[in-house]
């Protein structure tokens, strides 16, 4: 599990819309959680029976929890404005296409004169599967051969799971062209932190 704020450093390297300095958690392989399940109603879906996907050794009914604190200082404004960073959103996922950001003009609204920021959640399993909106088809092995994963599809899967995608490049790992194909392995979360100077 791997959150991203949205609030990194952007002037390291202002083209990149995401900047990886504030992403917390683990991208390690050898990581292992128990499923989340959560409730239904208001039995805990986690209890002993015959599915090992319930099991309490696997399986954990409560929710999981992060904290941060976000800052948006004159200086931090002006140097969003000076480096061109407006907000943009994806019109396929409705995601901000960068975090940190500011200004109304790419649809976000009440953000002139603010820092606006979008924080993210990725997640991936053991068999290769992670969250997110993937429609490029573009899954490769560790040896860059194809693997099968069928077009109609938006899982994201295999190596469409980077953790730096999507990075507003055009390169071969976070695929984003001109034909509309979106690899994106993160969760959004659909609204904006907004903080005024």
């Not at 800052?71 to 396929?92: F, G, H």
């Not at 004169?113 to 979008?118: A, L, M, N, S, Y």
């Not at 088809?137 to 730096?164: F, V």
Request: charged fraction near 20%; charge should be negative; glycine fraction near 10%.
């Amino acid at each position: 599990m791997n959150v991203d704020w949205g609030d990194g450093n952007f002037l390291t390297n202002p083209a990149i819309p995401w900047p990886t300095d504030s992403q917390s958690g683990s991208d390690a392989s050898d990581n292992f959680y128990k499923n989340r399940r959560g409730l239904e109603g208001r039995t805990e879906v986690c209890r002993e029976g015959t599915d090992a996907g319930k099991l309490s050794t696997s399986c954990d009914s409560s929710y999981v929890s992060f904290n941060h604190g976000y800052s948006c200082t004159a200086k931090k404004l002006k140097q969003l404005q000076d480096t061109n960073r407006l907000c943009e959103i994806d019109p396929i996922t409705g995601a901000l296409k960068n975090s940190p950001c500011t200004g109304s003009g790419g649809g976000v609204p009440d953000a002139d004169g603010k820092c606006i920021f979008q924080p993210r959640v990725h997640i991936e399993d053991n068999w290769g599967w992670c969250t997110g909106y993937c429609d490029a088809d573009l899954n490769l092995d560790s040896n860059r051969n194809t693997i099968e994963h069928p077009s109609s599809n938006t899982s994201c899967y295999a190596t469409e799971c980077n953790l730096s995608c999507p990075d507003g490049q055009s390169g071969a790992e976070c695929r984003e062209d001109n034909n509309g194909e979106t690899i994106n392995p993160w969760i959004n979360f659909d609204g904006y932190v907004r903080v005024s100077p």
